[in-house]
């Protein structure tokens, strides 16, 4: 489920805020969420398939479906031994997924780690560091934020800005189709984004550049 920070569901996510989804039309459990840069959330558990417990790794769009990109149809179930589980997940700095938990050969059972690629690439020594580059101005801001970027090829950019808590506070809709070249975007700061400091976070075919911004009502 995802709530506005008022707590009311966001029925733009999933059906009316709500996901509930059977993967493999047996038990699934959720032990851990992560939030990439880009929006995109990675949750991971534990998937029962036939008569064993699988490693389970999902990818969901920001609206809540499934990134079929990501794994069979946005699902990654890796076989370790009989009886798998993850206890937890971390995202790396060059965008690989580090997760682990516990594995059950039968007899006992055993610490396991494993790390899986996303396809995001998050490096600050990343060549797309060439593509996008972003600043913002004011900074502290209070109702309008000016963002320019330069872009060394045409590509899609759009913007999200996450709270300290990885949470999405604001995300403009869809994606903009720009060529090569410098731009400004004016984006209007809604008034229950309170005073703290955010993320703003252009994503561009599955690369990101990142700026804090303090806002000061």
Request: a negative charge; charged letters at 20%.
């Amino acid at each position: 489920m995802r709530y506005h920070p008022g707590g009311r569901l966001d029925e733009t996510f999933g059906d009316e805020g709500i996901i509930l989804d059977s993967y493999g039309a047996q038990d699934n459990q959720v032990n851990e969420i992560v939030i990439q840069p880009n929006g995109q959330i990675l949750i991971a558990g534990t998937s029962l398939q036939g008569n064993r417990d699988l490693f389970a790794i999902a990818r969901l769009d920001t609206d809540g479906s499934f990134d079929d990109t990501f794994g069979e149809g946005g699902v990654v179930t890796p076989a370790i031994d009989q009886n798998d589980g993850i206890n937890s997940m971390a995202l790396q700095q060059d965008g690989k997924l580090i997760v682990a938990g516990e594995s059950f050969n039968g007899q006992r059972f055993s610490i396991v780690a494993a790390r899986i690629e996303t396809g995001l690439t998050t490096s600050a020594d990343d060549p797309f560091k060439a593509d996008i580059k972003a600043s913002v101005f004011p900074n502290p801001v209070s109702d309008e934020l000016n963002i320019t970027y330069r872009l060394s090829k045409p590509t899609s950019v759009r913007f999200v800005l996450f709270d300290q808590a990885g949470r999405i506070v604001l995300e403009e809709p869809g994606a903009l189709k720009q060529d090569a070249g410098e731009y400004v975007k004016t984006i209007e700061i809604p008034m229950h984004v309170v005073n703290g400091f955010y993320t703003l976070t252009l994503v561009s075919d599955g690369y990101i550049d990142g700026v804090k911004v303090l806002v000061v009502r």
